[in-house]
């Protein structure tokens, strides 16, 4: 950076003196992914660098949950910074020096510097102490389908940390490094599953006459089941079907007397989600009428919608802008889900985008890609917006 003494780039980011540590804790993380509710090594990692800075610390919260609380000043205001810990059961094809030495376990939504970015924000903000009141640093489990949020919320969580207010973020490479976003109300759709069972007796495939045919009827359900979205929802609202598994038969020839549906429902309005769950059960009730089918659907509402607070989006538009990122409204929100959506059930708070898509260098992957990494570049903006939102929401 010409004409630019040193003492003037520190100022500008004063956190560049933590990222070599948390470089070199983000590739190790990265290297030993653990699965849900397996977090072990990560959560006695989290544990130890949390107590290193003073922090009381408490483990095993929701299974393999780890949260450190920092107070200061005379202040009762609290609020909750969390990360996830998590990796996929998938197996990575990326090959850095420091590639997951777990086989088929890889950290392919870049939790991994969740949990780096995070530690780094309690370093900061432990070393500054520049704040009044109690930053609680939640480290959750099983994020990926496996609700830990919602286990760490069962176990007391915030009984045992009260907090006014939280916030996270997650890493997204839709967005460019630099930049981040949100959006007051739902940023992440809820997430559903189906399982739709459909029975006959089976038989012969040269004597149709003689049973009901599962695997016509399972067709038919599927064809009408897409016909929900374009019919049955609002076309200004947005709402996704996939069916993602079909199985049944084992032979040219025999009718099989079971066949298996499952698929997932993504919405953001829970009167959405509700007509949706209600046109799957009338459709298959009809199917099994008109088949001569006996069927069976359950219906599993695993995450709910994530839904931001107005207020708590706008510290968080704000805390961005002062971590020195481009900071701007998301558009609509995003189809994928996210168990943070329970702790905003329970607090006001906010989840945001940080921009992770390489402005130099390969392309960023998609999330849950064999190929992802997480891009160091951006861990030192992550650790200075959780800095600026702990700041701005003791403040307020
Ligand atoms: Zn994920
Ligand atoms: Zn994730």
Redesign the pocket.
């Known amino acids: 950076m010409p004409g630019k003494s040193m003492s003037t780039m520190i100022d500008a980011d004063p956190i560049a003196d933590l990222l070599p540590d948390l470089i070199t804790l983000r590739r190790d993380l990265h290297a030993h992914p653990e699965l849900a509710y397996a977090e072990e090594r990560t959560a006695g990692i989290v544990g130890a660098s949390l107590r290193l800075l003073g922090l009381e610390v408490e483990e095993g919260i929701g299974g393999t949950g780890v949260v450190g609380r920092l107070c200061l000043g005379s202040s009762t205001k609290t609020v909750g910074l969390r990360a ?1 810990m998590d990796a996929l059961p998938m197996v990575e094809l990326g090959r850095m020096p420091y590639q997951s030495r777990h086989p088929g376990v890889h950290h392919g ?3 991994d510097g969740h949990v780096a970015m995070l530690i780094g924000a309690a370093r900061e903000l432990a070393r500054r102490r520049d704040f009044d009141g109690t930053v609680n640093f939640i480290f959750q489990p099983a ?2 389908g496996k609700g830990g949020a919602r286990k760490m919320i069962e176990d007391g969580l915030f009984e045992r940390f009260p907090c006014d207010r939280v916030f996270a973020l ?1 890493n997204w490479p839709e967005l460019p490094e630099g930049s981040a976003q949100t959006r007051p109300g739902a940023i992440m759709a809820a997430a559903d599953r189906f399982d739709i069972t459909i029975r006959s007796q089976g038989g012969h495939a040269a004597q149709p006459q003689r049973t009901s045919d599962a695997i016509l009827a399972a067709s038919q359900l599927i064809g009408q089941l897409h016909t929900i979205i374009s019919r049955r929802v609002d076309p200004v609202e947005s709402a996704v079907l996939s069916v993602t598994r079909v199985s049944g038969g084992h032979s040219h020839n025999v009718l099989p007397a079971e066949v298996l549906i499952t698929g997932t429902v993504r919405t953001f309005d829970p009167a959405i989600q509700d007509a949706i769950e209600t046109a799957i059960r009338d459709m298959v009730q009809g199917i099994a009428i008109s088949f001569g089918v006996s069927t069976e659907v359950q219906y599993d509402r695993y995450y709910p919608a994530t839904v931001n607070t107005p207020e708590e989006a706008a510290i968080a538009l704000h805390a961005a802008e002062l971590a020195g990122l481009k900071a701007s409204e998301a558009p609509q929100g995003a189809f994928t889900s ?1 168990d943070f959506a329970f702790m905003l059930q329970k607090k006001p708070g906010a989840y945001l985008w940080l921009g992770q898509g390489r402005t130099h260098g390969s392309a960023a992957q998609p ?1 849950h890609s064999p190929h992802y990494d997480f891009n160091d570049d951006v861990l030192g903006r992550g650790v200075s917006w959780l800095c600026a939102v702990a700041r701005l929401a003791l403040h307020r």
């Open positions: 996830d939504c870049g939790h994020e990926e997650h996210e999330l």
